[in-house]
């Protein structure tokens, strides 16, 4: 059965069927787009104390409902300096040490950083050796996404790619997954180095978003974008730990990158855990004198 779900995600016309539940998602149908919303609410067993807004007319579609703010306090940042927290509500994929160009994506599944970012193999060599961690939204989850850690912007890439879907089967099924979905690549400077925080798209993912640019995808094309921003000055954009970067329009995973002895992960971080936006998963490297 399992082979069969893999094989059926190569035969699909991925981004016909991605645009039409994307044009569907953004439809104002009013009575029954809150229908809608409560069965996604049933289904996926959504904690509605957490949401800002609780009256579903609130939500005009069914994207802006994927996209609901949170109460203020429902996720306190973890404060110091020194302290790396999770990015979004997810649970870990994969985390550890990126090893000879390579990032784990499940056992017996490698794929390079030089990939993910989209064949910038200077970029690349700027994490040889550093930290990665795979964060896994769940259609439940909350889909916004905010920052780990300060950082200032200095670098966007769009990167188109495949559309097939995220989650544990096709992670040990599918090679180089999140180095063939679409995703765009945000790097930061940060007091831990460059960080760069990749926002990976999937089968049925109405659309990716950030604060400063807008709806990035769609549209969708074959060509690979980039942008740079100035470290300083009325154009720069200096974002603080916790606040919110971009979201997905229904869940999929973000990735986060560390330079080499920068960074050492919590000692509560396993797989297959799941954990709150805004809680401490990594701090800074204390060096051996």
Known sequence: M?????RFQYWIPQFSLTHLIGKLASVKARRLTT???????????INMDEVLHTDLKYFKTLNDFFARELREGVRPITE?????TYPVDACINQFGLVDNGKIIQAKGHN???????????KLAEEFAEGNFATLYLSPRDYHRVHMPCDGVLRKMIYIPGDLFQVNVLTSENVPNLFARNERVVCIFDTKFGRMAQILIGAMIVGSIELVWAGIITPPRGNTIY???????????????KGKEMGCFRIGSTVINLF????IEFDETVQNNTHNA???????RKVQKQ
């Open 111 to 121: 794929f390079s950083t030089t990939e993910l970012l989209g064949g910038d193999a």
């Open 259 to 262: 330079v080499k002895n920068q």
């Open 80 to 84: 110091g300096e020194s302290v790396i």
């Open 35 to 45: 229908i809608m919303i409560r069965l996604f609410i049933k289904y996926y067993k």
């Open 277 to 283: 936006m805004g809680t401490s998963y990594a701090r």
């Open 226 to 240: 980039h942008w740079n921003y100035p470290e300083r000055g009325n154009k720069a954009i200096a974002l603080k």
């Open 2 to 6: 399992n082979n069969i779900r893999i």
